[in-house]
Each structure stands twice: as C-alpha cells, then as structure tokens.
C-alpha cells in the first residue's frame, strides 16, 4: 500500500512540473531588462516575425528592429514620409508625443526626446516588408517612475482650444462594433497644412493602453476619419493637426 501511495505521489509531481515548464514555454516572448545607468528600463516585444526593442538612455529613445532569427530588419517601408512613426505616452496617458527615429545602423533606430521620470508606454508603428507586424505598448520605465493613474473622465464638450486655434470633434456615434466617422471643424474657417502626408493624424487608445489605433483622413480633402472601437469603453483620441506648428488635440470618450 505504501509503495503505491508514493508511486502516485512521484507521478503527481512529474505531471505538475511538466504543467509548469509546458507553461512557461508558452508565455508571451516579452521580457524586461535595465538599460543606461539612469534606471531606466526597456521591453523587448514580439509581434509576428517582428521583434522591436525600446531602451531609453540619457534622453534618447533607442529601438532595435530584428525578424524571430534575432537578424536585424532594414527592409521597412516608408509610411506617411517616415520609415518609423513612434508614440510615447505617459502611463496615466496625460503626456503624448509623436516622434520619428532616424535610422543609424542595421536595425537599428534613435530620436531624442527629453522625458521627465516615470512610466510611459511607446508604440513603434513601422511596416516591415514581406513580414507580419501588430503595433504593440512597450512599457519603458525612467527613473523612479510608477504604474499607478487614475481612471479618465469622459468628455461631452468636444471642442478644444490649442495654441489660439479652436478645433471642434463631430463623432457620428460612439457605438462599440460599428463604423465611426470622427469630423474636425475649426473655429476660423482656417485649414490645416499637409502634415506627413495627410491634412492630420488621429492616434486612438483605450483606458488601459493596450490597444492601438493610428487614423489618417479618408481623403486628400477633408478633416474626417474613420475607425471602429471593437469594445464597449473609455478611450483617448488625440488629433493632430499642423497650422503655424503640429497642435495636439486630446478628446476622452466613452464607447457604449
């Protein structure tokens, strides 16, 4: 009896670590790593045969491109005038900026970008050739920087002064699983320039951070883009436009 009970004892643990190894292996390839000598901390991130890696060293943002062999990719086209578009936000998303790293080496990218410490989450928005790639948060922690924020506030007043220049938000709906057509107005008649190829750019992320959305124009003409919110929520758009400067517009939403 007792050799029996022991047998089943050996058995039960060789199925319970097999479990957790089987586990481990099938975790997502992300992992997290010091850079500089400032405490700031980079992810490295999988997204189909693409990794992209984000460490920030003394005020400059570093990304380094490779396919699932660890080679380094060059082949990336030019999307919007730039071969790289990335977004930083702060963790609470009240900070947002729309920067554009240069290539120096194979793989192998840079943008300064002088940030205070704390929690950021950064999309490195490129389109590799003959390659999959989703655009995903990269969390990149500088200093002593935490995680926590409070949770956004809806918005019902959808008209916002940058810089002297009034623009209006016109959403034909905000209803989960259908086409929303976002339409920009501006107090004075004025126009915006061409910016990057388009009259603006509409970048779009839910409370949480996770999910990315980066809009351009439905044609040459007008300030209208459209999206869909796959989910019921809260989200923050953030319209760019380009008149004397590039103004940043942010608009809280709740999606039903």
Not at 52 to 73: M, R
Not at 156 to 167: E, P
């Amino acid at each position: 009896m007792k050799k029996w009970i022991v047998s089943a004892v050996v058995l039960l643990v060789v199925i319970m670590g097999g479990y957790l190894i089987w586990n481990t292996m099938q975790a997502p390839k992300q992992e997290s790593g010091h850079h500089g000598d400032h405490g700031n901390h980079g992810t490295v991130a999988t997204q189909g045969d693409v990794t992209a890696k984000v460490s920030y060293d003394n005020g400059t943002f570093n990304v380094l491109v490779q396919d699932k062999n660890g080679k380094p990719i060059d082949d990336l086209q030019i999307n919007h005038e730039k071969i790289m578009h990335m977004i930083v936000v702060s963790h609470d998303l009240g900070q947002y900026y729309h920067i554009h790293p240069e290539r120096t080496g194979a793989g192998t990218f840079s943008v300064k970008q002088d940030l205070e410490p704390g929690a950021y989450k950064v999309f490195v928005d490129i389109k590799p050739k003959n390659a999959s790639y989703a655009v995903a948060p990269i969390d990149v922690t500088i200093g002593n920087g935490h995680m926590h924020h409070e949770a956004l506030q809806p918005e019902t007043n959808f008209t916002k002064t940058v810089s002297g220049k009034t623009v209006t938000m016109k959403p034909d709906t905000f209803a989960a699983g259908e086409a929303v057509t976002l339409r920009f107005s501006f107090a004075d008649g004025s126009v915006p320039k061409p910016y990057l190829g388009a009259l603006g750019h509409v970048v779009i992320l839910d409370e949480a951070g996770e999910k990315y959305v980066h809009v351009h124009p439905l044609s040459a003409k007008e300030t209208a883009f459209e999206t869909k919110f796959d989910k019921p929520g809260v989200y923050k758009i953030w319209a760019e436009f380009q008149f004397d400067e590039v103004l940043v517009y942010p608009f809280v939403v709740e999606v039903r």
